[in-house]
DNA sequence: CGTATTATTGATTTGTCTCAAAAAGTGTGG
DNA sequence: CCACACTTTTTGAGACAAATCAATAATACG
């Protein structure tokens, strides 16, 4: 069972009633997963609220030509919320674990019946679901001012919020999350122009690589460069995705 | 003041209390605006919910280099919804009306107060919420699968929503909602790559064109060319964007 | 150590953008 | 109704980014 601490120190739960707090904690389920375990299938992700505590996960589709992939999650992210209310049309997901991860997972029903008798439950769903559309929007944007280095160099950016501290002010090393074949999927490009972009960002940016670890030597740089035309200013306070 | 009718039809609105609708009703103000006038400036953008009724309008942003457009909106769509709960780093824009429209806005502040007191306005909105998020998901997707000519094919096959009735069952006149450049720009790309796209797609699809009425003569050949690798199947149930 | 997976590099093609100019359409006042 | 200016749309030529197809290199793994 888990801790209520955990529940209401996340902003989904915060200040929610006793009661739902009872509810959903009775029916939450915490889980530990290693990499590469599959960890929802297609039936069980329309089942389930999933709250992702810690790790990289996917939720992709199987499909003839391939893995479709659906979106990719870490750190504080969630899927599922949009099967808590009727809506038609709506498919499941294979959902896998990418990195050992931690995260728990509320069947839908109780979630919805939480959700329709408690109004800051409701509230705190609504908020959460405007941040995820302004995110939407970014990405559109991104997808259609920045090209593939600055996509790169953005997510980058972004991954640096991850690092508890930064040793020097100006540097700062970090390490993908996942495959680069992953990685470009996600950022709507191929995997050979992941590649190529991503070496020709690290030799105009000053970044030092050593196989999956990036070393970024001038924040300054690649800021810079990326940022050039985004709408927001960094450092954005936007989550890695 | 608006008929209550007009609200209690309305999904956002079906449902709620009295109360709500009673407080509601009398803070809302029903419009009529002429094609090209402002109807909102940047300030007033996000101190309104806006639910259009009927004809199109758009939000942009006044910028160096010309407009910036954030989105288009079209019969019974809404904007303003993120200035609901507080939130940072959001920013107004200018609302204009591109056709003659019908339309209501309501204060944030009251349809927050609203939204924190009912329940099913709160959940109404979530729904709502979702829906656009799923949308936005599939225009990611259309941005990185289609090509020009697919992304005006598919914005001409779901403008095809908007006719009452269609004589021939496959064959379908329809008329561009506002001029080209705006279009091309909803669509992610270029005045000129429009221009082009679109006569190509007319050569090829069987799509006959007289200044900026369009009549698909054949609409198998041209879902079937657009909807090939989408993972919705036609007739999507996608409204116009 | 050999096999499988993942990543990089190379050569070519495709689609879209860019800049420039021409054409078509719209509106105004004489 | 025409002449004029202005806007919108189309067309053309060239540049460029990314996709594609193919081959090689690096890495992981039993």
């Known amino acids: ?9 996340n902003k989904l739960f915060a200040k929610i009633s006793d009661r739902s707090l009872q509810q959903l904690m009775q029916v939450a389920k915490y889980g530990n997963y290693q ?5 929802l299938t297609y039936q069980e992700s329309s089942d389930n609220f999933l709250y992702l505590m810690t790790g990289w996960l996917k939720l992709f589709k199987q499909s003839g030509n391939g893995e479709e992939i659906v979106d990719i999650l870490t750190n504080h992210h969630y899927c599922g919320e949009q099967f ?10 294979i959902v896998q674990a990418i ?7 509320i069947p839908i029903r109780w979630l919805r019946y939480c ?6 439950l409701s509230a ?40 508890r501290q ?48 990036l070393c970024i030597n001038d924040i300054t740089s690649i800021t ?10 960094f450092p954005c306070n936007e989550t890695i995705d």
């Not at 209310?85 to 997901?93: I, K, R, S, V």
């Open 35 to 39: 990499k590469n375990n599959v960890i």
């Open 224 to 233: 810079h460069y990326v940022c050039q035309h985004c709408s927001k200013k």
């Open 166 to 213: 930064d040793s020097l002010p100006h540097a700062i090393t970090l390490s993908l999350p996942c495959d680069k074949a992953l990685l470009a999927s996600r950022l709507g490009m191929r995997a050979e122009t992941f590649s190529r972009a991503l070496s020709k960002l690290c030799r105009q940016c000053d970044i030092t690589t050593h196989g999956d670890i």
């Open 115 to 120: 959700i329709k008798h408690d109004i800051q």
């Open 1 to 9: 069972m888990l801790n209520s601490i955990i529940f209401q120190q």
């Open 84 to 93: 808590i209310l009727p809506a038609d049309a709506l498919e499941g997901y």
């Open 124 to 163: 705190n769903f609504l908020q959460a679901s405007f941040k995820k559309q302004q995110h939407l929007t970014m990405e559109i944007e991104h997808l259609s001012i920045q090209n593939a280095m600055q996509r790169i160099g953005c997510f980058l950016l972004r991954l640096r919020r991850f690092k």
């Open 99 to 105: 990195s050992n991860v931690e995260l728990f997972t």
